[in-house]
């Protein structure tokens, strides 16, 4: 079971794409250690990130963690589509988030960026029925560690590291 941590490094230092930076897509070559897809803040935005996830992963020859990277980052996403919104746009139509798939030699760093002000926290028991609160303990279960990373106001990194079996 992983430790959630506060605040740690995803991928070494970052700089966050300008808001309203690239038109929504990202292309990568297959060589690439990792890759960045803009994302709409609306249930659009899960969508593209599965597809895009998806993608790389057969891309990188990543088959062996597929399931749980697309469970893992349909949660972040669904999270920060959520609560991520950018203050004062409660349909989420001026927030954005980015997805970043980054590729190690054991790990798969799944990283999402949003612009919400509220800090993650994984929910005690939900209700049984209850259809939301466990997005973050899903995460918490698939994978090796997670955590979040605060940068300059407004935004924040939600990151996931899932085991890939290599060396």
Known sequence: MSQPAHPAPWFGSTVLPAHRAAPLAAASAPTRRSTTLRLPGSSEGCALAREFTERMLSEWEWDGCRDDALTVVSEL???????????GSPDGADSDVWLRLTRRAAHLVCAVTDQGEGFPRAAHAPDMFSEHGRGLMIVEALSQHWGWTRHAPPYKTVWAMLPTGGT
């Open 77 to 87: 996403t669904a999270n920060a589509v959520l609560h991520g919104r950018k203050n």
